[in-house]
Protein backbone atom coordinates (compact mmCIF):
# COMPACT_ATOMS: atom_id res chain seq x y z
CA UNK A 1 0.00 0.00 0.00
CA UNK A 2 1.66 3.59 -0.55
CA UNK A 3 2.12 5.93 1.61
CA UNK A 4 -0.53 8.36 2.63
CA UNK A 5 0.95 11.81 2.75
CA UNK A 6 1.47 13.48 6.44
CA UNK A 7 -1.17 15.66 6.21
CA UNK A 8 -4.40 13.26 5.05
CA UNK A 9 -5.72 10.96 8.07
CA UNK A 10 -6.93 7.64 6.92
CA UNK A 11 -9.95 8.17 7.80
CA UNK A 12 -10.55 10.90 5.04
CA UNK A 13 -9.03 9.19 2.45
CA UNK A 14 -12.58 7.87 2.23
CA UNK A 15 -13.66 9.69 -1.43
CA UNK A 16 -11.67 9.78 -4.53
CA UNK A 17 -11.42 14.00 -3.61
CA UNK A 18 -8.77 13.50 -1.44
CA UNK A 19 -6.88 10.60 -2.30
CA UNK A 20 -6.61 8.57 -5.71
CA UNK A 21 -5.45 5.03 -4.85
CA UNK A 22 -2.94 3.13 -7.34
CA UNK A 23 -3.96 0.17 -8.93
CA UNK A 24 -1.18 -2.27 -10.55
CA UNK A 25 -1.83 -3.25 -14.05
CA UNK A 26 -0.70 -5.33 -16.38
CA UNK A 27 1.60 -3.85 -19.23
CA UNK A 28 -0.52 -4.93 -22.29
CA UNK A 29 -2.84 -2.73 -24.55
CA UNK A 30 -5.15 -5.72 -24.26
CA UNK A 31 -8.83 -4.98 -24.10
CA UNK A 32 -12.58 -5.76 -24.35
CA UNK A 33 -15.57 -3.76 -25.93
CA UNK A 34 -18.65 -3.81 -23.86
CA UNK A 35 -22.48 -3.32 -25.97
CA UNK A 36 -25.38 -2.60 -23.65
CA UNK A 37 -29.20 -1.77 -23.82
CA UNK A 38 -31.24 -0.51 -21.14
CA UNK A 39 -34.92 -2.40 -21.17
CA UNK A 40 -36.52 0.99 -20.41
CA UNK A 41 -39.97 -1.14 -19.33
CA UNK A 42 -38.40 -3.44 -16.65
CA UNK A 43 -34.97 -2.24 -15.84
CA UNK A 44 -33.50 -4.86 -17.18
CA UNK A 45 -29.96 -4.82 -18.75
CA UNK A 46 -29.44 -6.57 -22.14
CA UNK A 47 -24.99 -6.61 -22.55
CA UNK A 48 -23.05 -8.54 -25.24
CA UNK A 49 -18.55 -8.39 -24.39
CA UNK A 50 -16.92 -8.34 -28.09
CA UNK A 51 -12.96 -8.03 -29.04
CA UNK A 52 -14.06 -4.24 -30.63
CA UNK A 53 -16.47 -1.87 -31.86
CA UNK A 54 -17.66 -1.93 -35.29
CA UNK A 55 -20.48 -2.12 -37.41
CA UNK A 56 -20.65 -5.68 -37.83
CA UNK A 57 -20.28 -6.53 -33.96
CA UNK A 58 -22.69 -3.90 -33.08
CA UNK A 59 -25.49 -5.16 -35.93
CA UNK A 60 -24.64 -8.62 -34.13
CA UNK A 61 -25.56 -6.72 -30.54
CA UNK A 62 -28.78 -5.22 -32.21
CA UNK A 63 -30.02 -8.66 -33.72
CA UNK A 64 -29.13 -10.40 -30.01
CA UNK A 65 -32.13 -8.24 -28.55
CA UNK A 66 -35.54 -9.54 -28.80
CA UNK A 67 -37.77 -6.66 -30.10
CA UNK A 68 -41.18 -8.85 -30.10
CA UNK A 69 -42.15 -7.11 -33.40
CA UNK A 70 -42.85 -4.16 -30.75
CA UNK A 71 -41.25 -0.46 -31.87
CA UNK A 72 -37.54 -0.60 -30.09
CA UNK A 73 -35.53 2.36 -29.49
CA UNK A 74 -32.02 2.90 -29.38
CA UNK A 75 -30.36 5.93 -27.91
CA UNK A 76 -27.08 6.30 -29.47
CA UNK A 77 -24.02 8.44 -29.19
CA UNK A 78 -22.63 9.01 -32.70
CA UNK A 79 -19.79 6.48 -32.86
CA UNK A 80 -18.47 6.05 -36.21
CA UNK A 81 -19.76 2.48 -36.69
CA UNK A 82 -23.37 3.87 -35.58
CA UNK A 83 -23.76 5.10 -38.93
CA UNK A 84 -22.04 2.95 -40.87
CA UNK A 85 -23.99 2.00 -44.14
CA UNK A 86 -24.33 -1.99 -42.78
CA UNK A 87 -26.13 -0.48 -40.11
CA UNK A 88 -28.82 1.44 -42.10
CA UNK A 89 -29.23 -1.06 -44.80
CA UNK A 90 -30.01 -3.59 -41.34
CA UNK A 91 -32.38 -0.92 -40.11
CA UNK A 92 -34.71 -0.62 -42.95
CA UNK A 93 -35.29 -4.22 -42.92
CA UNK A 94 -36.76 -3.99 -39.60
CA UNK A 95 -39.07 -0.96 -39.24
CA UNK A 96 -39.60 -2.48 -35.71
CA UNK A 97 -35.71 -1.05 -34.84
CA UNK A 98 -34.98 2.52 -34.58
CA UNK A 99 -32.18 4.02 -33.94
CA UNK A 100 -32.13 8.00 -31.98
CA UNK A 101 -29.13 10.16 -32.71
CA UNK A 102 -28.00 11.51 -29.07
CA UNK A 103 -26.32 15.38 -29.85
CA UNK A 104 -22.55 15.27 -29.99
CA UNK A 105 -20.69 15.30 -26.59
CA UNK A 106 -23.88 14.75 -24.13
CA UNK A 107 -23.22 11.45 -22.70
CA UNK A 108 -25.15 12.22 -20.07
CA UNK A 109 -28.64 12.04 -21.71
CA UNK A 110 -28.11 8.55 -22.04
CA UNK A 111 -29.22 6.59 -19.36
CA UNK A 112 -26.74 3.32 -19.99
CA UNK A 113 -23.70 5.92 -19.39
CA UNK A 114 -25.42 5.70 -15.22
CA UNK A 115 -25.50 2.02 -15.68
CA UNK A 116 -21.94 1.68 -16.62
CA UNK A 117 -20.50 4.40 -13.72
CA UNK A 118 -22.19 1.82 -11.78
CA UNK A 119 -20.97 -1.55 -13.08
CA UNK A 120 -17.36 0.34 -13.28
CA UNK A 121 -17.90 1.65 -9.30
CA UNK A 122 -19.22 -2.22 -8.16
CA UNK A 123 -17.18 -4.68 -10.19
CA UNK A 124 -13.77 -3.35 -11.78
CA UNK A 125 -12.55 -0.14 -9.59
CA UNK A 126 -9.52 0.15 -7.93
CA UNK A 127 -8.92 -3.71 -8.94
CA UNK A 128 -5.92 -5.62 -10.23
CA UNK A 129 -7.17 -8.47 -13.26
CA UNK A 130 -4.30 -10.36 -13.85
CA UNK A 131 -6.39 -11.60 -16.82
CA UNK A 132 -8.47 -10.69 -19.54
CA UNK A 133 -10.84 -13.30 -18.59
CA UNK A 134 -10.30 -12.22 -15.13
CA UNK A 135 -11.87 -8.76 -15.85
CA UNK A 136 -14.45 -10.52 -18.44
CA UNK A 137 -15.30 -12.85 -15.26
CA UNK A 138 -15.80 -9.86 -13.10
CA UNK A 139 -18.20 -7.90 -15.52
CA UNK A 140 -20.34 -10.98 -16.37
CA UNK A 141 -21.14 -10.98 -12.57
CA UNK A 142 -22.33 -7.48 -12.31
CA UNK A 143 -24.15 -7.65 -15.87
CA UNK A 144 -25.96 -11.23 -14.38
CA UNK A 145 -27.06 -8.91 -11.39
CA UNK A 146 -29.16 -6.75 -13.29
CA UNK A 147 -30.11 -8.84 -16.30
CA UNK A 148 -33.66 -9.57 -14.83
CA UNK A 149 -36.34 -6.61 -14.33
CA UNK A 150 -34.95 -4.69 -11.14
CA UNK A 151 -35.87 -1.69 -9.34
CA UNK A 152 -31.95 -0.57 -8.84
CA UNK A 153 -31.59 0.45 -12.71
CA UNK A 154 -35.33 1.79 -12.50
CA UNK A 155 -34.31 4.38 -9.71
CA UNK A 156 -30.83 4.81 -11.73
CA UNK A 157 -32.31 6.39 -14.72
CA UNK A 158 -35.48 7.45 -13.49
CA UNK A 159 -37.91 4.84 -15.59
CA UNK A 160 -41.49 5.16 -14.16
Not at 3 to 29: G, H, N, W, Y
Not at 47 to 69: D, H, Q, R, V
Not at 117 to 133: C, D, P, Q, S, V
Request: proline fraction near 7%; aromatic fraction near 10%.
Amino acid sequence: MPLLPARIKVQDVDTPEDFDPIVLQEPTREGISVFGSLDAGSGSLITKITESYNALTFMEFLTSIPTGGKETHFVLDNAKYHHATMIREFVEKYPDIILEFLPPYSPELNAIERVWKLIRKMGTHNTYFHTIGDLVYSLNEQFSTYRTPNDILKRLCAIN
